[in-house]
């Protein structure tokens, strides 16, 4: 089960932190993913984390801005956000890969196996 919070209404420029914990044991093994969705439109990858945390991959449009870590001793998986802009505003979700490793799906909604409620994000202008 992961349990994800953290969100908030934050100024554009601000910075928000994520946490998404994991229950379970074997949260260690797998690959991590966030995931965000604006209303009226589709969910949208944002990055990802391999098992261990040595790879992290993002999408474009957070590249610079975002940054995933875990602490797999707390069972925990991070979303660090700053230079946060209007757009940023959705609904935040991790999600488990029970892939350890980053692959050719890891941007892809379908390859996650287990899904934590979401976390509202706000951006003002």
């Known amino acids: 089960q992961l349990q994800a919070s953290g969100g908030g209404l934050v100024q554009a420029g601000g910075s928000l932190r994520l946490s998404c914990e994991a229950s379970?044991?074997?949260?260690?093994?797998?690959?991590m993913g966030w995931f965000r969705q604006a209303p009226g439109k589709e969910r949208e990858f944002v990055g990802a984390?391999?098992?261990?945390?040595?790879?992290?991959y993002y999408a474009d449009s957070v590249k610079g801005r975002f940054t995933i870590s875990r602490d797999n001793a707390k069972n925990t998986v991070y979303l660090q956000m700053s230079s946060l802009k209007p757009e940023d505003t959705a609904v935040y979700y991790c999600a488990a890969d029970f892939d350890s490793w980053l692959h050719g799906s890891t941007w892809h909604a379908p390859a996650y196996d287990s899904w934590g409620q979401g976390t509202q994000v706000t951006v003002s202008s």
């Open positions: 984390i391999n098992w261990n945390g040595i790879s992290t």
């Open positions: 379970g044991r074997t949260f260690s093994r797998y690959a």
